[in-house]
């Protein structure tokens, strides 16, 4: 019964350096969000992946974002070449379902506590 | 395009006294309408949601939403707030058959004693 977890809670990286952030969703969950939170941007949504169709990564700001999700479960948020404006409360959700008309039915978005990533 | 805007950044109020946190969207086609809210030092919860059907939606802990189609909005609101109730709450949206949320910039709620 454990909720969405992410690892680490901060990071505190260097300008230039690559990141790795992880997503571990809730069991069962078929879909995997991610999102972020910074200052004058709000919540803005990042990528989406569903099973093993491919994913959605329409919201990455510039190719250094990536992401993948392996086995359908953990997925990995990786930042490269790390900017000053890239400081941000990364957030992972997941749901059981995404898409479609079961959207609203089922497919509540439960969140994980965010990764804080800051960029000196 | 969609976007969801939330006017007050911040919400003074004193405990038991009434609240009403303001949420506009802007979409062409039908909607899902959802409020988040995220605690200190916590991940984002779900609050309350519309999906369909009666356009007054309630939480478990008092605050109720109405969704007005005419002016496009989803207030949230408590008639006595406690303590407790301090949190940031964000208003979502995402359209019918899609699964991306769209979030407000939130609205910080800080109630006093």
């Known amino acids: 019964g454990a909720g969405v977890s992410q690892s680490p809670s901060n990071k505190v990286t260097e300008k230039g350096k690559d990141v790795e952030l992880r997503c571990d969703p809730i069991s069962g969950h078929t879909a995997l969000y991610w999102y972020r939170q910074s200052l004058g941007q709000g919540l803005e949504f990042l990528i989406y992946f569903q099973g093993n169709s491919a994913p959605d990564k329409s919201g990455l700001p510039s190719d250094r974002f990536s992401a993948e999700r392996t086995g359908g479960s953990v997925s990995t948020l990786t930042i490269q070449r790390t900017q000053q404006e890239d400081s941000a409360v990364y957030l992972c959700?997941?749901?059981?379902?995404?898409?479609?008309?079961?959207?609203?039915?089922?497919?509540?978005?439960?969140f994980g506590p965010g990764t804080r990533l800051t960029v000196l | 395009a969609q976007s969801v805007t939330q006017l007050d950044s911040q919400v003074p109020v004193f405990e038991e006294a009434p609240v009403e946190l303001r949420c506009n969207y802007s979409?062409?086609?039908?909607?899902?309408l959802f409020w988040y809210v995220q605690y200190p030092n916590q991940g984002l919860q779900l609050l309350l949601k519309?999906?369909?059907?009666?356009?007054l939606v309630e939480s478990i802990n008092g605050f109720e939403a109405e969704f007005n189609k005419s002016q496009t909005s989803f207030h949230l609101r408590k008639p006595s707030v406690h303590i407790s109730d301090t949190a940031e709450y964000f208003c979502?949206?995402?359209?019918?058959?899609?699964?991306?949320?769209?979030f407000g910039s939130g609205t910080r709620l800080l109630v006093r004693p």
């Open positions: 959700a997941s749901s059981k379902l995404a898409g479609g008309t079961t959207m609203g039915s089922t497919d509540t978005q439960y």
């Open positions: 979502a949206v995402s359209e019918d058959s899609s699964y991306k949320l769209i």
């Open positions: 979409s062409s086609v039908s909607v899902y």
């Open positions: 519309y999906l369909s059907g009666s356009t």
